[in-house]
């Protein structure tokens, strides 16, 4: 089974860190990544830039609408995401645990929804 | 017992958590498993009154729910990911079905439980799925709408399904916790049948022996837990009380003023060998140190007199355990026994500011109490008139009524 662990953090704290803290916090997750891959269950993963670089867009009554910033403004943004595959929620929860995330953000752990398994007649 | 009828019912009675337990297991789907379980059953009932009764009803049962559970699959009911089990169940032949169904119910026990669901849908999902008790029943055990309660349920058996919840015990490393989320369930359960207002609701009252059911299931299945011991020891020691708890006339009879030989004397008899044993297993927790503060009022069954120092101590470590400030409470009321009433309201006073206790009655019972033991009538008055207030039990309210106007 697939889960997507979404990685929520505050942005203001990770651009006020200092150098040697961001250095820190690379190497925890580069090790974390790597421990992943190791294990065999890495589906896959990446970093996002901050919201400062974000666009949304909707069609409200078919009129295109662009905006800059994030969907919701809040204090914690999504800021990377692993993808990963394990045969239970039990086995994602404790990668999720090892996440170094967990230390200064919150990490939400979703099942994905394949679509073979998705009707909509059901 | 020969009408099928009924024996279809006693097996249901004594095996659906165990058939549920075993096929949830197999296919991570609970509410699959008690579609394919129900369709069983009412098979059984139509079945055994006209072939009678086969030699092996649980098999029998498990076999027809799997061919449920098969088609169910192949109508496209079941996510893919349960085909592979499906495929399993199918290859297992009935005929290797074992005469004992394997017991699977503490990994379900333990799924009801997990730190991933609701801590208010645990008990009543573990009361559905290991007893079998209906969502109405469940409902109004825990003072929620049927509707709600079963919309509850519903989404809670759909997370355990999408989200993968594993049906096995957890890693040695998270036992405790994880152990410590299955028994706060099942004393919530035995809470919601115990706090039954009257003493009257046939229902309610059930309940806290189911909830006494699923103690001694967990105690055979987890021997060598203290804890679990534990938890069983304190449901038994206040069951044993039941009949005391109110007088003949349906009034409330607070527990040092119960008559002790209206107490269940081999109810306490079950508990005390239960602590002994989970002492001996050197590691103390909650629901040990709240049977042993039983033990210590059981006491008064034999000498006639309440050991109260040996309860401060039980409370000394209760309150270092856990911070609760319901410990703190019962501590004080013990306090004022052995040092006197001054001496417990100095302690009471510790949680004066504590917002939670704003409408919690036993604060301010308490504080009532030992405010006219001291002979500050005024005080004592608006303390039992707010207790009143917040108090829902009737009976329990005459009583308050009774104490305040004795004030005089």
């Not at chain 2, 645990?122 to 003072?143: C, E």
């Not at chain 2, 989404?155 to 036992?175: G, Q, V």
């Not at chain 2, 006494?212 to 055979?220: A, F, P, T």
Request: include cysteine.
């Amino acid at each position: 089974m697939q889960y997507l662990l979404l990685l929520y953090v505050g942005e203001a704290d990770m651009a006020a860190a200092s150098k040697d803290d961001s250095r820190k916090m690379t190497a925890a997750y580069g090790a974390y990544a790597e421990a992943m891959v190791q294990a065999g269950v890495m589906v896959g993963a990446n970093r996002l830039r901050p919201t400062e670089t974000a666009t949304t867009v909707r069609s409200p009554g078919g009129k295109t609408q662009v905006l800059d910033g994030p969907y919701a403004e809040t204090k914690e943004q999504l800021g990377g995401y692993f993808m990963i595959e394990v045969p239970d929620l039990d086995t994602a929860l404790s990668w999720a645990e090892r996440c170094p995330t967990v230390g200064h953000g919150v990490v939400e752990v979703r099942p994905v929804w394949p679509a073979s398994d998705y009707d909509p007649d059901r | 017992m020969s009408d099928p009828a009924d024996i279809a019912a006693a097996v249901a009675r004594a095996s659906y958590g165990r058939l549920l337990a075993f096929v949830a297991a197999r296919t991570g789907d609970v509410a699959g498993a008690e579609d394919a379980l129900s369709d069983a059953f009412a098979a059984a009932l139509a079945t055994w009154p006209v072939q009678g009764v086969p030699d092996r009803p649980e098999a029998w049962l498990l076999a027809v729910a799997r061919r449920k559970l098969i088609d169910a699959g192949r109508r496209g009911r079941s996510s893919p990911g349960a085909a592979e089990h499906l495929r399993l169940l199918a290859e297992e032949g009935a005929a290797e079905i074992p005469s004992a169904v394997p017991d699977d119910r503490l990994a379900l026990m333990f799924v009801c439980a997990h730190p991933a669901m609701d801590p208010a849908v645990r008990a009543p999902l573990m009361l559905q799925t290991v007893l079998g008790l209906d969502a109405a029943t469940i409902a109004s055990a825990f003072l929620t709408a049927p509707a709600t309660m079963g919309q509850r349920l519903v989404r809670a058996k759909t997370r355990i399904k999408l989200a993968a919840i594993p049906f096995r015990l957890p890693e040695r490393a998270d036992l405790p916790e994880r152990l410590a989320a299955v028994l706060d369930a099942i004393y919530a359960a035995f809470g919601a049948g115990w706090t039954d207002p009257g003493g009257t609701d046939a229902r309610r009252r059930d309940l806290a022996g189911e909830a006494i059911w699923l103690g001694r299931l967990l105690v055979s299945l987890l021997p060598e837990e203290p804890e679990a011991l534990g938890l069983l020891a304190l449901m038994l020691y206040a069951e044993s009380r039941r009949g005391a708890r109110r007088s003949p006339d349906g009034d409330y009879v607070p527990l040092d003023e119960q008559d002790v030989g209206r107490w269940d004397a081999g109810l306490i008899r079950q508990a005390e060998a239960l602590l002994l044993r989970a002492s001996r297993m050197g590691a103390v927790g909650r629901f040990q140190l709240e049977a042993a503060v039983q033990s210590a009022h059981g006491v008064r069954r034999q000498t006639g007199r309440t050991d109260w120092a040996a309860i401060v101590q039980l409370y000394d470590a209760l309150e270092t355990l856990t911070g609760s400030p319901v410990v703190t409470i019962n501590r004080s009321v013990a306090v004022a026994e052995v040092k006197g009433a001054a001496a417990g309201l100095a302690e009471l006073d510790r949680l004066a500011d504590d917002p939670r206790l704003a409408d919690y009655q036993p604060y301010w019972a308490a504080r009532a109490g030992l405010l006219a033991r001291m002979g500050s009538a005024a005080s004592a008055a608006a303390a039992y008139r707010r207790a009143i207030g917040l108090e829902a039990d009737p009976a329990v309210r005459r009583f308050l009524q009774g104490r305040l106007s004795a004030l005089g």
